[in-house]
Every structure is written in C-alpha cells, then in structure tokens.
Nanobody, 114 residues
C-alpha cells in the first residue's frame, strides 16, 4: 500500500492550496479516504473524510465552508481543496485510507504565514 501526498507549501493567509493523494497497492474504491493534520505540539486530528463512492463527506468544524474533499476513483486519487487559509491551518497534512486497516501517507507540510 502506498499513499503519496503532494501540493503542500507556503501560502499567505486567505490563500488557497489543493492537496492530492495518489493511492496504490489496494482497491481504491473499497477504501474510505480521509485527510488528517498534525500541528506542532498537538495531536493528529481529522480534517475531512469521504465515502467510497464520494457521495458522503464530513468535515471538522474548524474547516467547514473552507475545505472541500473529493476523490477520483478512476485515478485512485483523493483531493483536499483548501480556501481562505488561516495561520491555524498550518500543519503536516496526512492522507488516510481505511480498508480493513488504516494506511497513512508520509505527509505534506502546509504553512500559512504572511
């Protein structure tokens, strides 16, 4: 199983980024996919999740209305569109796949700063 995140970087407050997570090694359509994040000194937290077919999504209260999770089952990829970014969104963002077990990517750094 391999999950490879990309798209992180440095952005100013109010800016946008789109994270991607390319999956391989398992049947992607069978997996519930999620994005988590971990800021320095804090526990890892769920940011957004999406069902296998993409019809159901859920978000942390702190990102509702600003972040959008989506998936492309033909390309085995899940995305996280992040708009109106705030300094408190600064964290390492991790892709998670839940099939029988939980699988994690290596993470991608998002830094929101002026």
């Amino acid at each position: 199983v391999q999950l490879v995140e990309s798209g992180g970087g440095l952005v100013q407050p109010g800016g946008s980024l789109r994270l991607s997570c390319a999956a391989s090694g398992f049947t992607f359509i069978n997996a519930r996919m999620s994005w988590y994040r971990q800021a320095p000194g804090k526990e890892r937290e769920l940011v957004a999740g999406i069902s296998r077919g993409g019809g159901n999504t859920n978000y942390a209260d702190s990102v509702k209305g600003r972040f959008t999770i989506s998936r492309d089952n033909a390309r085995n990829t899940v995305f996280l569109r992040m708009d109106d970014l705030k300094p408190e969104d600064t964290a390492v963002y991790y892709c998670n796949a839940r099939v029988l077990n939980d699988y994690w990517g290596q993470g991608t750094q998002v830094t929101v700063s002026s």
